[in-house]
């Protein structure tokens, strides 16, 4: 019989399938599984409206069988089979999906859709094989039909008899190559695990002989290897799965198997949406953070099917940054793929699902927070940083999603509190949402700088982790009160009286400033008295954006070398070292500069950062000493 040529243009097609269109080889039987499936499908639906023909699932299946000493793998459905004309149409001309036009042509009812949509899927089988032979038969019909090809040399097709209806593709798989394994798409332990990760959730039964090894009757230590037929898939995924039905028991096997996690998640969310798009979904919200959380490697995404195949395992474009945390998947037959159904197009079904699952996983979280504060508690000490580099990474873009959610150590409560909780606690005449900045809990309590405000009775929120000053910064207030460091030189808790006290002394004494001014050059913009020093000397505060702390931060990572704090030195008039320091201005010049470099140094002590010449100070320490 003449071998049948593929049209040019598909000849071209089938070269592009075979090296460029599918990223990993392994998606051939992903695709055959897929086309099988479709095959019982359109069975289904045609016994609906030919009652001539019944439809009793259980005599629908789907069977791999591997054979390793002739190189083939048989992938057999008792789906609708295909006429001449059909393999012809169908399997001759690449890129006409016989599916899609079924799809077009029937009205597709009772939750059941077609999976094929490129005809494209088929051609994949050329990634592994350097034959493939398709022997179908079709419904209706008594004659069955052989094709067979090579690739892009062409095709053969030929009446052969065939017993029962449906289609049986056999694979010839080829050799190893020197950088290509094809072995392993003969192994049964393979095949299973493909199975399982992408058409784990077919509807159909996707059968294989399995061989194991049990004890022989009768006998305590004697094994035999017997071969039996199992079921590779578990056929109904439990998103479509009515909710009542399952337990938290359930959703965490789920979890578990799914290799979402090790911990035990804090919430699930199970979605079903109808309407502008239709998708199902559920999410986990995991307790502990995995290993690589924090590291580039780590890559968020939820898992993606369509149908019940997996298209992707991870899909990016579903969850935004701040939550990329939420592991999951997500089930939708509105979306647009790609010919390879490997990849999204973007489109606009995908951003409204991306959207809605957005404020989806925020409700619950708010709930989580309302509800059980303790789990929420345990989850944010996982991921309360990446919700503060939400913030920050947005430039308040989602401040309405966050700020709700993010939670700060209480200076008052000696917890941690909401900034809901911080504004509902404020004095009738707090202007501001007072917070300090530091390395611990510890090191804030003894900084000279809350010192006035905590006199006054304020509560202040303690800023500990390297994100945190920089998200407060882009929120800028809450409610309508704006955020307050108590290290800005602004903090304005003086009374009149307190501030008519300080700037006629601070009159008096600016020849002393000047003095010190001089001593100290550029390393301080400016020296002044403060009355927010209660048993401190000194302390350093920061005029402009950039805040000591954040300095500190910054000056840590790669490029950010020159930026620096503008820091003013404040002195406290009421303690007794400032009373020596006057003396010594008026005494003793050599005991002024001392006692200058002494109380700057000191300065940045109490701040965290290195003094410029720690040999100096010691030396300078020694000769207050002596």
């Known amino acids: 019989m003449a071998k049948k040529q593929f049209k040019a243009e598909s000849k071209q097609l089938l070269n592009l399938m075979i090296h460029s269109i599918y990223t990993h080889k392994e998606i051939f039987l992903r695709e055959l599984i897929s086309n099988a499936s479709d095959a019982i499908d359109k069975t289904y639906y045609t016994a609906l409206t030919d009652e001539s023909i019944s439809f009793n699932s259980a005599d629908y299946y789907i069977k791999l069988i591997p054979n390793k000493t002739s190189r083939t793998l048989r992938i057999i459905d008792t789906g609708i089979g295909m006429t001449k004309e059909e393999l012809e149409s169908n399997l001759g001309t690449i890129a006409k999906s016989g599916s899609l036009n079924f799809k077009k042509e029937n009205e597709i009812k009772d939750g059941y859709d077609i999976i094929g949509q490129f005809g494209v899927g088929f051609y994949s089988a050329f990634m592994v094989a350097d034959k493939v032979t398709v022997v179908s038969r079709s419904l209706g019909s008594d004659e069955g039909y052989k094709w067979e090809s090579e690739g892009v040399s062409g095709y053969n097709i030929e009446p052969c008899a065939k017993e029962d209806v449906g289609t049986e593709i056999i694979l010839h798989i080829k050799q190893n190559a020197e950088d290509e394994n094809y072995d392993e798409f003969l192994e049964e332990y393979r095949l299973r695990s493909l199975v399982k990760k992408y058409s784990d959730f077919?509807?159909?039964?996707?059968?294989?002989?399995?061989?194991?090894?049990?004890?022989?009757?009768?006998?305590?230590?004697?094994?035999?290897?017997?071969?039996?037929?199992?079921?590779?898939?578990?056929?109904?995924?439990?998103?479509r799965k009515n909710k009542n039905e399952i337990t938290d028991e359930d959703y965490e096997q789920f979890y578990s198997e799914k290799h979402f996690g090790f911990d035990k998640p804090v919430a699930h969310l199970h979605i079903k949406t109808e309407g502008t798009v239709r998708y199902n979904a559920i999410l986990f919200i995991p307790e502990k953070t995995p290993y690589d959380f924090y590291t580039k490697d780590y890559e968020k995404g939820l898992e993606l099917y369509a149908s019940g195949v997996l298209i992707m395992n991870k899909c990016p474009d579903l969850l935004p940054d701040y939550f990329s945390f939420v592991r999951g998947m997500v089930e939708s037959d509105d979306l647009s793929l790609n010919i390879s159904r490997e990849l999204l197009q973007h489109n606009r079904q995908l951003k409204l699902i991306a959207k809605n699952l957005k404020n989806k996983i925020k409700s619950e979280l708010e709930s989580l927070l309302k509800n059980d504060r303790e789990k929420y508690e345990a989850f944010y000490q996982s991921f309360g940083r990446q919700l503060k580099f939400g913030t920050y990474n947005s430039f308040g873009a989602d401040k309405e999603d966050l700020q709700d959610l993010l939670m700060f150590y209480s200076s008052s409560e000696k917890k941690m509190v909401t900034l809901a909780e911080y504004v509902d606690r404020m004095k009738e005449d707090q202007k501001y949402i007072y917070y300090a900045a530091g390395e611990s809990v510890e090191r804030i309590n003894k900084m000279p700088q809350t010192e006035m405000v905590l006199d006054k009775g304020y509560e202040i929120l303690y800023l500990t982790e390297d994100v945190d000053e920089f998200a407060i910064q882009v929120l800028m207030n809450y409610k309508e009160k704006e955020f307050k460091s108590v290290s800005a030189s602004d903090v304005d808790l003086d009374t009149e009286e307190e501030k008519k006290e300080v700037e006629t002394q601070a009159k008096d004494d600016k020849a002393l400033f000047d003095k010190m001014k001089e001593i100290l050059g550029d390393k301080v913009k400016d020296i002044r008295l403060s009355k927010r020093l209660k048993t401190h000397p000194v302390c350093l505060i920061s005029e402009g954006n950039v805040s000591i702390e954040m300095e500190k931060i910054l000056k840590t990572m790669p490029g950010n070398q020159n930026i620096t704090a503008e820091k003013v030195l404040e002195l406290n008039p009421g303690h007794h070292v400032y009373a020596s320091l006057k003396d010594a201005f008026e005494h003793d010049e050599e005991k002024f500069k001392l006692f200058t470099d002494l109380l700057y140094n000191q300065a940045l002590l109490m701040e965290g950062l290195s003094v410029e010449d720690p040999l100096a100070f010691s030396n300078n320490i020694c000769k207050l000493m002596a």
């Open 202 to 239: 077919i509807r159909y039964p996707i059968k294989m002989d399995m061989q194991e090894s049990r004890l022989k009757e009768g006998s305590e230590d004697e094994y035999e290897t017997v071969v039996e037929e199992q079921v590779l898939n578990s056929m109904v995924p439990i998103w």
